[in-house]
């Protein structure tokens, strides 16, 4: 039985289980455009029970015991994403998630990081992604710009739109996340109720020089989740188009 006192359980979207921390204080790489709509940062102030979850996360992050309940607590064979809120938040911290990962070759990690701005804690995430059982996502924007790092071309970029266009330095196989995703799903499903073309009045949203993420393009997909979809799980060298 998974002990959920520390891990969350992923919701329908991800299936996978996720360790958190509180939006925005533990995010160094934190720009204007992913700060004020952050996701997390919402979820906490709405319920109070899951800031003080990610509170008490933080504390065990800084703790001597942290590696140590992590090896022991994290499922077994499971996809795991570190952070759905928050991120890096120092080298310390990253090195502790590498000797995690070392020890839990049966779990895939993953993970998304605006910390790749900050020179310290890029070398090492890079000692972390090295791992073949772990896959960081650079998390980019118009203020990050590209990524100039050492060797960012090794990895996959996660761009946030927030007005479906997207900047031709993105690759093919880089990854959309739309901020304005549930206004165009709305859209559609209003067209459709007036029975009108909802691909006239919103069409999906497929591609924008990278790939879209599927959950994203505007309509539901019946049991799609993330641990089926792999783009962001598995390193880029399987990148599959869906
Ligand atoms: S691209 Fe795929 S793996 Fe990444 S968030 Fe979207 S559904 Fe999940």
Redesign the pocket.
């Known amino acids: 039985m998974t002990n959920l006192h520390h891990i969350s359980r992923g919701n329908s ?2 299936e996978c289980f996720s360790f958190d921390l509180p939006a925005r204080d533990t995010c160094p790489g934190m720009t204007k455009e992913c700060g004020p709509k952050c996701y997390a940062a919402t979820l906490m102030r709405i319920y109070p029970a899951v800031a003080t979850k990610y509170a008490r996360n933080l504390k065990l992050a800084n703790s001597p015991e942290f590696v140590e309940y992590m090896i022991a607590n994290i499922p077994a064979d499971c996809q795991f994403r570190i952070h759905v809120s928050g991120d890096f938040k120092d080298a310390d911290y990253v090195h502790k998630w590498i000797q995690i990962c070392r020890y839990r070759p049966d779990v895939t990690f993953y993970a998304y990081t605006r910390s790749w701005q900050l020179p310290e804690i890029w070398k090492a995430i890079r000692a972390l992604h090295s791992f073949s059982n772990v896959n960081v996502n650079l998390s980019v924007d118009d203020e990050t710009g590209k990524p100039r790092v050492y060797n960012a071309k090794a990895y996959r970029w ?1 761009y946030l739109t927030h007005n479906d266009s997207a900047p031709d330095w993105m690759r093919a196989d880089d ?1 959309i ?1 739309r901020s304005n995703y549930s206004g165009h799903k709305r859209r559609r499903k209003n067209a459709e109720k007036k029975q009108l073309d909802p691909d006239t009045v919103a069409p999906l949203i497929h591609k924008l020089v990278g ?1 879209v ?4 393009r505007g309509r539901d997909i019946p049991n ?3 641990a089926k ?5 598995d390193k880029p060298k399987v990148l599959q188009h ?1």
Do not use: A, D, Q
């Open positions: 979207k991800t996660c990854i996340f790939v993420c599927p959950l994203e799609f989740s993330c979809c792999r783009l962001c799980v869906v």
